[in-house]
């Protein structure tokens, strides 16, 4: 399992291993539902009352977000943005993104509140998942989904199909520390993150426990 919402790679499947490598794997995908669902995926680093979910509760969060995303709709190259800290809301939201074929565009919540907004406006997202401190400070043109408020009713449990992603589809967007400058977004397609899968399935093959992922 993992902590503070870094994805185990024990329960991951490697691109490749029982996928046409032609194919483009949507990376909202990566759970492996032939493992056993009932291990424990993430634990929160909350000393009072951390909460943990299995792959397969997890699994199940993440189709409840892309179900709820396609109401909308929002799908196929639609931004989303996640501001928020490691949490299990936060990885749900984070692969239900990418399955409904949304862009997830990860804003770091420790930018002060203009840059938030103007991040928002400047990469036109149609909708934003939020850590409740950051409800009333949100650009209000955009749809808000605020854990532990509107995000449980936002939620619609079921099966959910992930869009098979193009080439050159994009997954993410993450943002330059802007030390120089404004921070900069770089758009991160699905078929060009593979090496992120390989690698961590890899070190956990070889025993290397301490890798994480940069998502």
């Known amino acids: 399992c993992s902590r503070m919402g870094y994805p185990s790679f024990a329960g991951i499947q490697m691109v490749g291993s029982s ?37 397969g509760e997890l699994d199940s969060l993440a189709n409840a977000v892309a179900r709820g995303l396609s109401r909308f709709p929002i799908g196929r190259r639609d931004r989303v943005a996640i501001v928020a800290g490691g949490s299990v809301n936060f990885l749900g939201a984070y692969l239900g993104i990418l399955r409904a074929g949304g862009v ?3 804003i770091n919540p420790r930018f002060s509140p203009n840059e938030i907004s103007r991040l928002l406006q400047e990469t036109e997202c149609k909708a934003v998942f939020a850590d409740s401190s950051f409800g009333t400070g949100l650009d209000q043109n955009i749809m808000q989904i605020i854990f532990g408020s509107n995000f449980s009713r936002f939620l619609d449990p079921g ?3 992930a869009v098979s992603p193009e080439k050159g589809d994009p997954a993410l967007m993450l943002f330059t520390s802007g030390s120089s400058s404004r921070p900069k977004g770089v758009v991160i397609p699905h078929d060009r993150h593979r090496w992120v899968v390989r690698r961590g399935a890899g070190a956990v093959a070889n025993g ?8």
């Open 19 to 55: 996928k046409n490598e032609s194919s483009i794997l949507n990376l909202g995908e990566l759970i492996d539902r032939s493992l056993d669902l009932s291990r424990v995926a993430v634990i929160e680093a909350n000393p009072v009352n951390p909460r943990q979910v299995t792959y």
């Open 159 to 161: 099966p959910f199909t």
């Open 104 to 106: 997830a565009v990860l």
């Open 208 to 215: 290397q426990k301490g890798f994480r992922s940069p998502v």
